[in-house]
């Protein structure tokens, strides 16, 4: 029972806990040194002999280690998620205490990889830019901008990774990282069958309510501006909001029996509230408090522009942030908390997750109305969306003005949360990225359909987050 879950963690035998005590510190070598090296250190031990959050740290950090080491390897040869060394969210300069030396050591390797033909596509180098001069003032920051600056008539307006000598085989080994074998041509294939099938459901909807005919981008713009799903830009529309989204998580609540078994009550010890003044004030967006034994986890939302979010758009919102997605995925995760290197090798496993938890509050019939199923369906075109602009964007040289007709073609309105100016700058300095989170949901949701849905989804949670391989993809 996952109820009983926390005790076996907590107080595994002498010889469990000496074999994760030494594991624990192999894997931290292994964190600070090259992946041949890494897998080295990490090559004596059995991952049978250790408990269940301990064995998944070894197979996925082994796994991620073996792609990083091919990457490294190949021609274009630059590890981790992004060719570049510093971008608006990444860099020495992002640290809690930024240290001079280190940020001026990214300068200096931004200047050696400009040499090598390495430099940020412009539209990105100047949000970097923007960024760190919103940082707080520094000499070693000033450096930097001074250097990226003098970098500015020599970045491409090309966006993609391949440009890169090598950078579609870099690419390529990019998805593995976190989706085992997957290929970017598989996926290609994939993501269309569900835009295919996306935009179907939604002109099914869409001629249900009764809606003018028309394209599907251009039939959501109409919605979008339906008054009646509207709320008013006031305190009480704020607070109203806010009370839908708890009413629809109390109903949400009650059918997580249903799919999961007995979970520890705590998982569902959750609700939304709204971005305080002062949060507001300071420019926050919306972010989560994941539930603990101790503790009620949350959803603090961004209202700030609630014109921009009608009612229909937040039943996925709540199977997402909340019941059954993160605050189940991410309470269960946090009583064995992974390893950073699982983290970061499992990444695109958590947002897989709370895209297909959408999908089963789909099944639990969420959206009997269908303007909500409108709402749901939006929410996953944007999902596939971006993965497909991603791969257009570095396989197939899309210019950032086709990226953005693409979205608009096939999304019509942007999420909340991710306007197209946003998504467009990210892509390009994270690539693979949407095509990885978008795929692991898919893999999740086609692998379920031959499960038996209470034992998969438990099967999924326990111990946390992992690789999605080809044993889920085939």
């Known amino acids: 029972m996952l109820a009983g879950l926390a005790s076996s963690v907590f107080f595994p035998s002498n010889v469990h806990a ?21 897998l080295r250190l990490l090559a004596p031990f059995d991952p049978h002999a250790l408990q269940p959050g301990g064995r998944l740290d070894l197979i996925t950090t082994r796994a991620g280690l073996a792609v990083d080491a091919a990457i490294a390897r190949s021609t274009f040869g630059r590890t981790g998620r992004s060719p570049y060394r510093v971008t608006p969210t990444t860099g020495a300069w992002k640290a809690a205490r930024p240290v001079q030396a280190r940020i001026d050591a990214d300068t200096t390797a931004i200047l050696a990889d400009a040499k090598a033909g390495i430099v940020a596509p412009r539209l990105s180098l100047d949000r970097t830019v923007d960024a760190l001069r919103a940082a707080l003032p520094d000499p070693a920051i000033e450096r930097q901008i001074a250097a990226l600056e003098s970098l500015r008539d020599i970045a491409p307006s ?48 869409f001629d249900r309510i009764g809606a003018p005919k028309g394209t599907v ?47 520890p009550p705590w998982c569902l010890n959750a609700s939304a509230r ?39 758009t937040f039943p996925s919102v709540v ?20 390893h950073p290197l699982r983290i970061e090798y499992a990444s695109s496993f958590v947002e897989g997750w709370g895209i297909y938890a959408e999908q089963l509050a789909e099944k639990a019939g969420t959206y009997g109305d269908p303007h909500d199923a409108l709402g ?7 999902r596939v969306a971006r993965a497909l602009v991603d791969l257009g964007i570095h396989l197939y040289g899309w210019s950032i003005e086709q990226a953005r007709h693409r979205l608009t073609e096939w999304q019509g309105q942007p999420a909340y ?58």
């Open 417 to 474: 949360f991710a306007p197209f100016d946003i998504e467009l700058a990210r892509i390009p300095l994270e690539p693979g990225t949407r095509v990885a989170e978008a795929m692991a949901w898919l893999a999740i949701a086609d692998d379920g359909r031959r499960k038996r849905a209470t034992a998969y989804h438990r099967s999924l949670l326990l111990s946390g987050r992992k690789r999605v391989n080809l044993t889920i993809v085939s």
């Open 217 to 263: 981008a251009a039939r959501y713009a109409k919605l979008w501006q339906n008054e009646r799903f509207l709320y008013p830009d006031t305190n009480a529309g704020r607070a109203d909001a806010i009370g839908d989204m708890n009413s629809m998580l109390a109903t949400a609540r009650a059918k997580i029996p249903t799919a999961f078994g007995e979970l």
């Open 158 to 205: 090309a966006p993609g990774v391949g440009r890169f000598k090598g950078g579609a085989d870099w690419y390529a080994l990019q998805l593995q990282r976190s989706l085992g074998t997957m290929t970017p041509a598989y996926a290609e294939r994939r993501l269309f069958v569900e835009l295919n099938r996306l935009h179907a459901r939604a002109t099914y909807l």
């Open 319 to 338: 199977a997402h942030e909340l019941l059954p997605g993160h605050m189940i995925q991410l309470g269960l995760e946090g009583i064995t908390p992974p």
């Open 18 to 38: 000496q074999t994760a005590s030494s594991l624990r510190q192999a894997l931290d070598a292994a964190a600070a040194t090259d992946p041949d090296e890494a």
């Open 274 to 312: 709204a971005l305080s003044t002062e949060e507001i004030a300071a420019g926050r967006g919306g972010y989560r408090e994941v539930p603990t034994s101790t503790r009620a986890g949350a959803y603090v939302v961004d209202l700030k522009d609630i014109c921009r979010r009608p009612r229909w």
């Open 376 to 382: 749901h369906t939006h929410w996953l075109l944007f």
